[in-house]
């Protein structure tokens, strides 16, 4: 009598399992075909994608042989390359290096930067001298204060660019 039911039970008990199994099977089938015709192909077909894997597979270097037809090999300039993307515009004299470069650091006194037209802050540097001035701007120099980085960071700024910032910066009056 028990032994029925046992079996009974477990008859039943494989059947929900199996159908659970074969839900679980649909359903994984399902997603799978779902995103193959949307994920996989999508990501495939993304322009930046493939201006990636283009850039990847990129030769690293090309040979010239001697005595054969080299013209393939030359390097197309880049569209735009004359002015790059995002490259920054130079600035033409001291106050727009000033607004451009020096304003992050020095107009609010961001990272130990002596705030420009602070004259209590400004007064002993000045007492160093302007060349000394002059030398740490386009040098670099790290203080007390904190870092002031080489040209403020704008490596392709002139020095004479540079040494006029600082003239700019030093006439600034609060
Ligand atoms: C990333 C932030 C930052 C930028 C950008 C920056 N500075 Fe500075 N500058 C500093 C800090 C910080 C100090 C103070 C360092 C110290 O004394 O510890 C400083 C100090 C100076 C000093 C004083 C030097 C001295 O001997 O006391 C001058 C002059 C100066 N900066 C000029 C400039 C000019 C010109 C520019 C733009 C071309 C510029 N800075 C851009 C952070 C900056």
Redesign the pocket.
Known sequence: MSSNQDSKFFNVFSLVLGILIAIAIVLFAFARSVGANTQAQHVLADPEYVAQVNDNVRPLVRVAVAGQDNSALTIAAAAGSAAPAGALELPADGAG??EA??????SAG?????KAGDAAA?A??IA?GKP??????IEG?????????A????AD?TDE???Q??D???EIKL
């Not at 470069?101 to 020095?106: L, P, Q």
């Not at 961001?110 to 002596?114: D, F, K, L, M, S």
């Open positions: 290096v000033y470069v020096c304003t992050a650091c020095h961001i990272a130990g930067a002596p400004w002993p540097r160093q000394t001035l002059y030398k740490h701007s120099y790290t203080g007390q204060a904190g870092v002031m980085p040209k403020g960071g704008r700024l660019l540079v040494q910032a600082v700019h910066m030093l």
